[in-house]
């Protein structure tokens, strides 16, 4: 059974980190680029970061960059994603999805992850 689980959200003040963590099962995490996503209350949910599937390459949303760092462990299984210098705007629910197999991109998704809801608020 194909397993994305995504943990580590929380409530955090503005200015604040959190590190969120993808760990899969069922599948072989080395074929896939993994991406997170999120989307807010009342919007379309967005892209925010994609990492190839050696983590050689990553991409990342203009919203988050500089602040936000995607890396992957192909032992553990496991794609985290930092967050650093937090904003009320980060607030969403966020989840992970690969890309498809063999593939590079995270702009299609084989499989999603159930979310982690993160809040940025004083």
């Known amino acids: 059974e194909v397993q994305l689980q995504a943990y580590g959200g929380g409530l955090v003040q503005p200015g604040g980190s959190l590190r969120l963590s993808c760990a899969a099962s069922g599948f072989t995490f080395a074929d896939y680029a993994i991406g997170w996503f999120r989307q807010a209350p009342g919007k379309e949910r967005e892209g925010v970061s994609c990492i190839s599937r050696s983590g050689g390459s990553t991409y990342y949303a203009d919203s988050v960059k500089g602040r936000f760092t995607t890396s992957r462990d192909n032992v553990d299984d496991t794609v985290y994603l930092q967050m650093n210098s937090l904003k009320p705007e980060d607030t969403a629910i966020y989840y992970c999805?690969?890309?498809?197999?063999?593939?590079?991109?995270?702009?299609?998704?084989?499989?999603w992850g159930q979310g982690t809801l993160v809040t940025v608020s004083s």
């Open positions: 999805a690969t890309g498809r197999r063999y593939d590079n991109k995270c702009s299609t998704n084989d499989y």
